[in-house]
C-alpha cells in the first residue's frame, strides 16, 4: 500500500525465516545510510493492536482531568528533548533545525489546547425533548484508531492526530512512513515517558502492503490517514470493506489568487513563505499562483527575489532556509516534473539545475507561462517549486483555481479585505482559505479538504470530533 514513503529497505541479509525486515535511515543531505532498526512483522503490528485494545478497555472510563495531566506532561517530554527531537529529523528526512525546533514546540502547544479543551469539546449536550423527558448526546471513545502518517512533518503529523484521540479516550497505533523510524520509535516513547498507560500507544514498524490486514484486524476501530490520493484510495477502500470510520488528508495543489490591487512585494513575500515551508513538501504549501495580467510582472520579479534568499545549506546550522529534500528520488522526480514543463512551454526565471553535490540537493525554483498539459499546472509538485499562472481577471483566476482535483488549501492576495474574505469564503473550493497569510495548520481550526483531497477533518472541536461515537439518549421520566 502506497503511503508516500521512501522505498523499503529490505535487507534481506539481516533476516531470518519469518522475520521482519531490518529500516535504516538516510541521511538526505548526503545520501548515505545512518541509523539501522529492526522492523516488525504483520503478527507483531497485531499484537500491538491488541495491546493497546486491552489498554483502551481502562483508559476510555479515566478522567478528562487524569487524561490532561498525562498529555501535559507530553508536551514536557517534548520540550525537555526538543533538540534531540529535531535532530532525529533532521537526519532521516532533512528537516531544517529551525524548522524542526518549532515542529517540536507546535506539537506541544497541541498537546497542551486538547488538555485544556477536550472536556468541554466532548461534554453532554442537552437537547429538549419536551416535558417528562430527559435527553442529550454523548462523546464515547470509539477504541483503538490506526495512524497511518506520512514523514515530512514526522512528529507534527502524528501528535496532530494523537492529542485529540487520546484525549477522547481512545488508543493508538501508529503505521508512520519506513524513512523515519526513528521518529516514530520517539513518538511512542514521549507518550511513555509521559505517564500513559502501558501499551495506550503502540508504533508499529511495518511496510505499507501490511496496511490492509492491520485495518482488517478486529481491535482496530479506524484509521486516519495522511498521504498520497492512491494511498488514500487503498485505506478508504481496506475501511470501507470492514464499515470502520476513516479520516483522509491527501495531496494538494494549493491556488493562491493574486489580485490586481495587491501589492506585489507583499504578495511574493506571502507566496515564497507559503511554497518553501518544509523545502515545499507540504500538502498546504502554495503551489499554484495564480496572478492577474495588471500585476503578473512586478509579481513574478518580486517572487524570484524572494525566492533566491532561500539558500540552500547545513540542515544543521541554525540560519540555513532550504535544506535537502527527503531523498534523491524525490528530487529526481520533482527535476522531472521542472523539465517536461519547460519542455512543453514553462519559462524557467530562476532555479531548475540539480547541484553537483552529493544528497538530495534542489534549488528554489520559479515557473512562468504554466499552462494546463504541464505537470507544474495538473500535478502536486512536492518541492521547492512555484508555478505563475495569469489570468485575465479574477473571475478567471477563481475559475483556474477551482479547475483542479485536489481542494485542500487556498490562498488570496489582495489590499480589498472585503474582496479577499468574500473570494475565500464564498468562491475557493478548498478545506482551508486564507486572505493575505500562507496557510497552515493551527489546533483551533479545523484541517482537511475536498475533493482528492480527502474528507474528515483534523484538530479543533471538529477534529476530536470524528473518532467518537456521537449518541443520542433519552430517558422517558
Given at each position: ?5 521512501a522505498p523499503?529497505?529490505?535487507q534481506?541479509a539481516?533476516r531470518?525465516a519469518?522475520a521482519?525486515?531490518r ?11 545512518g ?7 504483520s ?5 500491538f493492536a ?6 483502551w ?23 525537555r528533548?526538543q533538540?534531540?527531537?529535531a ?13 524542526g525546533l ?8 497541541n ?20 416535558p417528562?423527558s430527559?435527553?442529550?448526546v ?5 477504541g483503538?484508531?490506526?495512524a ?8 507534527w503529523q ?7 484521540t487520546?484525549m477522547a479516550g481512545n488508543?493508538?497505533v501508529l503505521k508512520?512512513?519506513?524513512n523515519?523510524p ?5 513518538i ?5 515517558e509521559?505517564?500513559?498507560?502501558e501499551g ?9 502492503k ?19 490520493v492512491?494511498a ?11 464499515l470502520?470510520?476513516c ?6 495543489s494549493?491556488?493562491?489568487?493574486v ?20 523545502a515545499?513538501?507540504?500538502c498546504?504549501a502554495g ?11 512586478a ?9 533566491q ?12 532556509r ?8 524525490a ?16 519559462r ?9 553535490r ?6 528554489p ?20 517549486v ?18 483542479s482535483?485536489?481542494g485542500?488549501?487556498s ?10 474574505e ?5 468562491e ?15 489546533p483551533?481550526l479545523p ?15 471538529f ?15
Amino acid at each position: 500500500m502506497d503511503d508516500r514513503t521512501a522505498p523499503e529497505r529490505d535487507q534481506s541479509a539481516d533476516r531470518e525465516a519469518g522475520a521482519a525486515p531490518r529500516l535504516i535511515a538516510v541521511d538526505p543531505a548526503t545520501d548515505r545510510p545512518g541509523q539501522s532498526y529492526r522492523g516488525h512483522t504483520s503478527e507483531e503490528a497485531k499484537g500491538f493492536a491488541r495491546e493497546a485494545h486491552a489498554a483502551w478497555l481502562g483508559w476510555r472510563r479515566t478522567s478528562f482531568a487524569e487524561r490532561a495531566e498525562r498529555m501535559r506532561a507530553a508536551a514536557a517530554v517534548l520540550r525537555r528533548r526538543q533538540a534531540e527531537f529535531a535532530a532525529l529529523m533532521t537526519a532521516e528526512m532533512g528537516k531544517t533545525r529551525t524548522e524542526g525546533l518549532a515542529e517540536i514546540e507546535k506539537c506541544a502547544v497541541n498537546c497542551d489546547w486538547f488538555a485544556e479543551h477536550a472536556e468541554g469539546f466532548l461534554a453532554r449536550r442537552p437537547v429538549d425533548m419536551g416535558p417528562g423527558s430527559k435527553a442529550f448526546v454523548t462523546f464515547n471513545p470509539l477504541g483503538v484508531v490506526l495512524a497511518v502518517m506520512p514523514w515530512n512533518f514526522p512528529f507534527w503529523q502524528v501528535f496532530r492526530f494523537a492529542a485529540p484521540t487520546l484525549m477522547a479516550g481512545n488508543a493508538a497505533v501508529l503505521k508512520h512512513a519506513s524513512n523515519v523510524p526513528g521518529c516514530a520509535l520517539a513518538i511512542e516513547a514521549v507518550f511513555r515517558e509521559a505517564g500513559f498507560p502501558e501499551g495506550l500507544f503502540r508504533t508499529a514498524l511495518i511496510p505499507g502492503k501490511a496496511v490492509r490486514e492491520l485495518i482488517e484486524d478486529d481491535h482496530l476501530a479506524a484509521v486516519t490517514l495522511t498521504g498520497s490520493v492512491e494511498a488514500g484510495r487503498q485505506v478508504a477502500a481496506a475501511a470501507g470493506g470492514v464499515l470502520k470510520k476513516c479520516v483522509l488528508e491527501l495531496g494538494g495543489s494549493d491556488a493562491y489568487l493574486v489580485l490586481s490591487d495587491a501589492d506585489a512585494q507583499k504578495a511574493a513575500e506571502v507566496a515564497a513563505a507559503a511554497r518553501m515551508v518544509n523545502a515545499g513538501q507540504s500538502c498546504i504549501a502554495g503551489k499554484r499562483f495564480i496572478v492577474t495580467s495588471p500585476v503578473r510582472e512586478a509579481f513574478e520579479a518580486a517572487l524570484v527575489e524572494k525566492m533566491q534568499a532561500y539558500r540552500m545549506g547545513d540542515p544543521n546550522d541554525a540560519a540555513t532556509r532550504l535544506g535537502p529534500l527527503q531523498s534523491v528520488k524525490a528530487r529526481d522526480d520533482i527535476h522531472d516534473q521542472v523539465r517536461r514543463s519547460v519542455a512543453a512551454g514553462a519559462r524557467l526565471l530562476t532555479g531548475g539545475e540539480i547541484p553537483d553535490r552529493p544528497g538530495a540537493w534542489y534549488p528554489p525554483t520559479v515557473l512562468s507561462e504554466v499552462k494546463p498539459g504541464m505537470p507544474a499546472y495538473d500535478e502536486e509538485v512536492f518541492g521547492p517549486v512555484a508555478a505563475v499562472i495569469e489570468a485575465a481577471g479574477e473571475a478567471e483566476a477563481i475559475a483556474i483555481a477551482n479547475a483542479s482535483r485536489f481542494g485542500l488549501g487556498s490562498g488570496v492576495l489582495t489590499s480589498d479585505l472585503a474582496r479577499g474574505e468574500r473570494i475565500a469564503a464564498e468562491e475557493l473550493e478548498a478545506g482551508m482559505s486564507f486572505v493575505n497569510a500562507n496557510v497552515r495548520s493551527d489546533p483551533r481550526l479545523p484541517f482537511g479538504g475536498v475533493k482528492e483531497s480527502g474528507y474528515g477533518r483534523e484538530c479543533s472541536e471538529f477534529g476530536i470530533h470524528e473518532f467518537v461515537n456521537i449518541k443520542s439518549v433519552l430517558v422517558a421520566g
